[in-house]
């Protein structure tokens, strides 16, 4: 139930995004959602196990920190440019490139089953980017769309890179530690916005308060509750549950468009996630 949960409040995250990236500039308002994320985390869970100073001080969690950030700061500036289905669909092909990066590494080996699954994703992919029409480099929905597919990449190497530290040193403490470190370089990138009109006040509140409330904070937690007591197999229906929730609100708050192409693509990419997810 624990992880079900997990993978509804990770859904909500890209149309709320969409809905403050009407109010906030991208970068402010990424920093902002991990500030309070990180915030709540040294108030409420340092003394459950997630802040461990002494790996705050080794380069490997700040290498996964710095992956972590550059992909918010991807998915923030892409989802200006493209809708919130098409952002959900697209970072969710992250798990299709864990297994890929994993075997260019050599660390993994690809299944048929994982082959079919990662085929049938990517494929999906390309028809929800193109919708069967030709695109231009100058389309600014295209170069959205990279934009989230470069956070779906950062989104697959941060999982690589921090499993040899999750098994070091626990999930709970390189979650927080990842939370506390992305809160503190997004800031750092909050000159990129460049003097983007600001509109401050209670609905801009509310977003980023739910951002990093239920979509960061709970998510995770959540998610390392469940893994407390399910196998990570058992616990990869995350991947389905948040893409389906993503798109279903995305759908329901903006009425994103969806023509044959679109949606057969969605299908292939909720289809292949199910089998990469299933056959890890």
């Known amino acids: 139930m624990a992880t079900v949960l997990s993978g509804i409040l990770f859904g909500t995250s890209v149309p709320i995004i969409k809905l403050g990236l009407n109010l906030l500039p ?21 003394r459950k196990g997630w802040v461990d100073w002494t790996l705050l001080r080794t380069r490997p969690i700040w290498l996964v920190g710095f992956v972590n950030a550059f992909g918010y700061v991807l998915q923030f500036q892409g989802q200006r440019f493209t809708t919130s289905s098409d952002a959900a669909l697209i970072i969710s092909t992250a798990a299709l490139m864990i297994p890929v990066l994993s075997w260019a590494r050599g660390s993994e080996v690809i299944g048929a089953k994982k082959g079919l699954g990662v085929l049938s994703g990517f494929l999906g992919a390309s028809m929800v980017v193109t919708r ?11 170069l959205g769309d990279l934009l989230i597919l ?58 980023t308060a739910f951002l990093a409330v239920v979509a960061t904070v709970g998510a995770y937690y959540f998610l390392m509750k469940g893994l407390e007591t399910v196998s990570s197999t058992v616990s ?27 949606g057969t693509g969605a299908i292939l990419i909720v289809a292949g996630v199910l089998l990469v997810s299933s056959s890890s």
């Open 150 to 207: 470069g956070t779906a990449v950062t989104i697959a190497l941060v999982f690589i890179y921090s499993k040899d530290l999750v098994n070091q040193k626990g999930g709970r403490a390189v979650t927080g530690g990842m939370i506390l470190i992305t809160g503190v370089l997004l800031v750092l990138a909050i000159p990129l916005d460049q003097g983007a009109p600001i509109n401050l006040g209670w609905e801009a509140a509310f977003y």
């Open 26 to 46: 991208a970068d402010l308002f990424a920093a902002f959602r991990f500030s309070l994320a990180s915030l709540l985390v040294l108030l409420f869970l340092r």
């Open 236 to 262: 990869s229906i995350i991947l389905p549950i948040e893409v389906i929730v993503a798109v279903a609100l995305s759908v329901i708050i903006f009425n994103d468009p969806f023509n044959i192409y679109s």
């Open 132 to 142: 069967g029409e030709a695109v231009s480099l100058g389309q600014t929905e295209f």
